[in-house]
């Protein structure tokens, strides 16, 4: 089984840079005691998996950008999210909780899967963000205006040569993250992600949150995770970089291959790395390959093909691909 980029939608829609200084003090916050990096991320982690919008997204990777209408909000406790591509007929995704649909035009199916986690799709954060500062100096960069609303830049710099940076915009009056800049290891721009309009206030019809009529016409096929005890691993991992650790081991089934696939998730609690291990002949490593922001390396280990994949640089994932041995 081809392993076709990354389980979830990445997440990280990214786009043109817009925005115009502002100096270093928000109009209407000039008496109040400046936040901190963390304390803007605490809030804006909060917003984006509480509040009601809507609004277009755009994402660029590889020189090339898609555009998308996303719609969010909270019903009976649990994220709703959609987005529909404004570039192509039929192509979106409806997230319910950690179950993920994505209904294509092109093959007319829509495939079902669950994510090991049911963060926002326009980024993860660790519940307390505080822990990164471990691996990110995180500090602010002043404040600049995005879709129309006034931001504060947040700076998340790795303090090692094994993560990326990343440059937050947050709105400053509904703290969400209007924009995401990845930048790689010679401080450039690899992906990016941009509100281009954003609205807060009107709400949202539960018709928004369902696929479109021709969508849901589509073949299913259902991708089935089983979660496995981190236990019962019986892979090795030994050279990762510090502070990535094992979030999820679980196997997959994607159609239309029958054959199962192993997938441990690392994470540092904002940088993740996919290993996937699937087994059977004929299987072929392809090396290294590049996708916007997303490196990958790919290994042949005793009949088994090792494909390690991640917002991460090509030191980091090639580093773990020759670390994983059978125990």
């Known amino acids: 089984m081809a392993i076709q980029g990354k389980l979830r939608w990445e ?18 916050e000039a008496n109040r005691p400046e936040m901190t990096g963390i304390e803007w ?31 969010h909000r909270v019903v009976d406790g649990q994220e709703r999210e959609r987005l529909i591509s404004m570039n192509s007929p039929i192509r979106e995704v409806v997230r319910t909780g950690g179950t993920v649909s994505r209904y294509s035009a092109d ?28 691996y990110y100096r995180i500090h602010l960069r002043g404040q600049e205006y995005v879709a129309g609303a006034l931001t504060q830049v947040v700076a998340l710099e790795p303090r090692d040569e094994y993560r990326y940076s990343r440059l937050i915009w ?13 930048l790689n290891e010679d401080g450039q721009s690899v992906e990016q992600m941009v509100f281009m309009t954003i609205n807060t206030k009107d709400p949202i019809a539960p018709t928004d949150l369902e696929p ?31 502070g990535f650790q094992i979030v999820s081991y679980s196997t997959l089934k994607r159609p239309p291959s029958s054959m199962p696939v192993e997938h441990i998730l690392l ?15 004929g299987r072929k490593a392809t090396g290294t390959r590049k996708m916007g922001a997303i490196n990958v390396d790919s290994v042949e280990l005793d009949g088994h093909l090792v494909t390690v994949m991640g917002e991460v ?4 994932v090639s580093m773990i691909v020759h670390g994983v041995t059978e125990k």
Not at 43 to 50: E, G, K
């Open 313 to 316: 640089p090509l030191k980091t």
């Open 41 to 71: 991320l605490k809030s804006m982690r909060q917003a984006a998996s509480s509040r009601t919008y809507q609004g277009v997204v755009s994402y660029v990777k590889d020189q090339q950008m898609d555009s998308f209408k996303l719609f």
């Open 267 to 281: 994470s540092d609690g904002f940088s993740a790395v996919s290993i996937y291990i699937e087994g059977g002949e």
């Open 212 to 242: 479109t009529s021709g969508a849901r016409s589509a073949i299913t096929q259902i991708s089935h995770r089983e979660t496995q005890p981190v236990k019962g691993l019986k892979w090795s991992i030994k050279d990762v970089p510090s």
């Open 170 to 182: 947050i709105d400053a009056d509904t703290r969400l993250p209007l924009k995401l800049d990845v």
């Open 107 to 134: 093959s007319q199916q829509v495939v079902v899967e669950t994510k090991p986690s049911g963060q926002s799709v326009l980024m993860n954060l660790p519940e307390d963000p505080a822990l990164l500062e471990r």
């Open 11 to 28: 997440p990280v829609f990214l786009a043109l840079g817009l925005g115009l200084s502002v100096g270093n003090v928000f109009a209407n």
